[in-house]
């Protein structure tokens, strides 16, 4: 608790990024971040000595759940130098999935997905951060912000007939998305798997154009196929832009 700074401190803190009338009076500080709930817009994390100010939840964007709130992701301001981050709370999500007769069970995995941040580190094809514990021994991801939008908004926002997206943009969207998939082989070549591979979990970056995995976070177990089987859903959107989420 030693390394907590005042509420001075932190008010000093914040008033270099963010405008006058957004600086709270006083900070809730949280060192442990096990029930993520109470981890609000507004607060402190204080991590390894480090202090993040809590913005907005992240939001799910996919297959009809658009503004569903992920409480256990949060945006947050590293105080010390203003990046905005992402910080992944540890949720251990399960439930059972099936693929034909294959039953199997998916899983939440801070460690891997942890260990893939460490892997991964500087391949433009994928999203990067670090991981860090809390006083409790959470391990918490902190992800450096992606701004860019998902490849399936990317392509269903284009706004062109079929045979002008076909011919002028879809070679070069494949091509890039073949560096995807030569990415994910890099995961299988160490021993790693993405686990949850959707067309929304490439982000388009904004500055470089790059193609990056985001989201390494699930797993998967079952006895048979625990080695070989990989969970995909194929970008079926590429082809078309007038695909429709499933």
Known sequence: MSNVPSQD????????????????????????TSDFFRVEYDDVVILNGKPYFIRHNAKEQRFGLDDEVKFWVKRAIDLENGALKIMKLV??????????????????????????????????????????????DNLIRILDFIKGKTLSAHVGNMGMDHETYYHERFPGILDHFFECVQAIHFLHENGERHGDIRRDHILIEQETGDYRWIDFDFNYRHRELCKVFTYVKLPENLVSFQSREP
Request: aromatic residues 12%.
């Open 9 to 32: 401190t932190l008010r000093q803190m914040v008033s270099r990024w963010v405008p006058p009338h957004r600086v709270p009076r006083r900070f809730r500080i949280h060192n442990d």
């Open 91 to 136: 949720f251990y999500e399960r439930f059972m999935s099936r693929i034909g007769e294959i039953e199997f069970e998916c899983f939440r995995s801070p460690k891997k997905e942890a260990r893939i941040l460490e892997r991964v580190s500087g391949h433009k094809n994928f999203m990067h951060g670090y991981s860090t514990q809390d006083e409790k």
